[in-house]
């Protein structure tokens, strides 16, 4: 039916020397476009490895230790550790009760018998006031140089009963896997420039090729025009 | 070096009272605009909506950008990768990937062809009243939502200088962009897009040379220097510098910042690739963006334009993820509390202590940037209605001043409307606007597509495409909206994640063209006039 009819225009059939060109051109930035944005987030994809944070590493041997009281003193405050740093990529997890109660029992499980009671004191305080002396929790824990944890630590205490402590916790085994648990990949490792190299190629990158086949597009179709005479005519 | 502040203090406040120095830059601002506007005001129709195509390629560069970039650009992008990370790239990559659509397959043969809006090239190409009709209805409600967002935008930034509550600041915006869209009309439009542009563009440079500058980075070319924020985040790495509340700057380990797809961000891989694919599309399609190839003398300046503009657009988005880094890392003391989002990017220079007169100056670009794209989106939506319904469909008798009448007319009821839904506060401004995206991309592009690139699509084929496209935006929209109200409908989950109203022109814009095709094959023929109209003048086809 398309045969019969004449003024045919279609993206596949150019008729003109100048069309079949131009569309050679389109095609080609087209193809480079789509290659470029979604063939590398698709490369992203197949080379990701599920790559878990090394304190959760450490905190899953520990967790059935936690559990059945016979965790060391050493791996008491490697588990607290990992609640803090936890605690500490969102506000939202700070309203976690199940993940405050790990972290409080366990600083109060590993606190020598005198602290205990100020640990205590401090999590009642806590609770309406952030301004509390927490720097015994933080020799205790070893971070006393990690500002981004000590900054937490106020936020991390919940009122806890020194005679049903929760030092872990089924529930919070979900929430770990999904904050400890990173795509990673080279592509995601390697540091270009200060930037992990994927980031960079989406965030930096893409956006200079796209300005790129633009003007590349620009002069090509400029200098066709030239070529087929149609600057006056058809401009 | 003046510029840069003292050192912090505590007892800073990011929010709250009437603040001098910002409400004086603002107002300077919104008086030069009513200036430039008033300097360059429309005469008669043609004036008023393509501004006597008499703009230079990089004067309408600036124009399309300055349009183009909103309160979600400025704003918007820099939340969602503040709250959502590597997701946030989708949004950059897809605002500034569709120019290359634009260009290549679109913006000179639509300037070739002739029309004054979208709507035109759509009623005409497809030879249908009907077709007219519902496309300039799609393209009031696109110019519609992206206006709500922009509201919100103009709202939170009205609220942050003044102190007011959002509602009157959402009014008192409001009602400050109407007046000046009314007075100025197109002309005045497009000249002051270009000192738009200026000034949001200087407004959000300058406080990135600031940080990258203060905190030891490399601030030569901030856009790179801030990688190592990156990576100081996803290390965890401590640094010497503290925010303006004497906090630490350093953040516990957070690969979840930089990592694709992270399950902490609860977005994934689907998800990235769905948004950046409906956001090019719909960058393709937008009435308001399409209307911009009308300004230019020539169909290469069509195409030089985009190419700056999509430049200018860059130097923007080059920098937006700049704020969210150093945002995550100057607020991550818990006792900075949780920031309203959509507000970051003046957040971070306050934490940051960038001299208060330029946090100011970066809120007043902010509302420049919602400025000068509200003003484009009334003029197209009004153009819409008073060109494409009015005087197209109901009253084709009509003279010129009684189309401008109209159009004032639609602009004022327009700008009421989006004031009303504002007050509402649905979604993030970026959101929102991702929403009029959506339904560009599987409404008005397909046509374009379709209707430069093959002369057999025809009435019987751009009907079904419209439908389909149709079907799919009320059909999304319709399960968000039950949602937001608490209904729970059968499928919620099901539709809420593969046709959530942000993406869902992923699917519904081929299945648009699909249709197209399949009844443009047992539709009438595409009649001799248009096809020689499309293969002459648009194609360069002689016989």
Redesign the interface.
Known sequence: ??ES???????FKP??P??KENLR??TI??LI?GLA??GF?IL??IM?TPTT?A?YVAYQQIAPKLADGTASDEEKVAAANTY??LL????AL?KNDTLKTAFTSTVYDLLPGDSKDALLAAATKAASD?KVDVEFINTALGIG?????K??V??ALIEVSPDKLAMTDAALEPVM???F????SFL?DT??????F???Y???F???L??L???V??YK??SL?KKYE??K??? | MVFIASPAFAGVKLEGSFKLVPAIILTACILLFLWVGFMNKAEGTSDYYAAGRSISRVGSGMAIASNWMSAASFLGMAAIMYGSG?HG?SY??GW??G???L???MA?QIR?FGKYTATDFIGDRYYSSGMRFWTAIIAIFISFCYSVGQFGGIGLMFKWIFGMQYSASVIVGGSVVLAYTLVSGMLGVTKNQIVQYIILISAFLIPAFILTFKFK??WLVP???Y?????DI?V?N?TTFVNSFG??M???????F???????TGKD?FQ??AT??ALMIGTAGLPHVIQKFYVVP???DA??S??WG??FI?LL??TS?LYAAFGKILS????V??LSKDAIVVYTAQLGSVNPIIVGFLAAGAVSAAFSTVSGLLVAGSSAFSNDIYFKIINPEATGDQQVRMAKIATIVMALGVMLVSLLKLALVAQLVALAFSIAGCTIFPLFLLGI????SNRSGGIASLTVGGFFTVFSIFYFICGKFGVVLPGAAFVGYWLNPWYFAWIAAPLAVIANIVFSGMGE?TP?HI??H???E??????
């Open positions: 039916m398309e009819l004449s003024y045919e225009v279609n993206f008729s003109t100048f069309l051109a389109i930035g087209l476009w944005t979604y987030q992203l994809k990701e944070e304190t803090l740093a500490g990529k969102s506000g700070l952030s140089d990690n500002s981004a944890m900054a937490v106020p936020f896997d999904k904050f648990i990173h795509n990673q995601t540091i270009v420039f200060g930037f992990p994927h980031y960079l989406t965030a930096l893409l956006l200079a796209f300005v086949i633009c003007l597009y620009c179709i400029d025009m149609m600057e005519s058809f401009e | 590597y790239l950059v990559v500034t990937g120019y290359c659509l260009l290549l397959l000179s070739r980075y490399f856009q790179l220097g990688g190592r924020v990156v990576s996803v965890g401590a906090h630490a350093q953040t516990v380990p957070s690969p979840e930089a990592m694709p797809w992270d399950t902490a891989f990235w690739m950046c694919f020539k169909p290469a195409r030089w985009v190419t999509l430049f860059c988005y080059w993820p991550s003391n818990p006792e509390g949780a690139w093959w002369s057999g023929p001799e096809r020689k499309l293969a002459e648009v194609h360069g086809i002689r016989r």
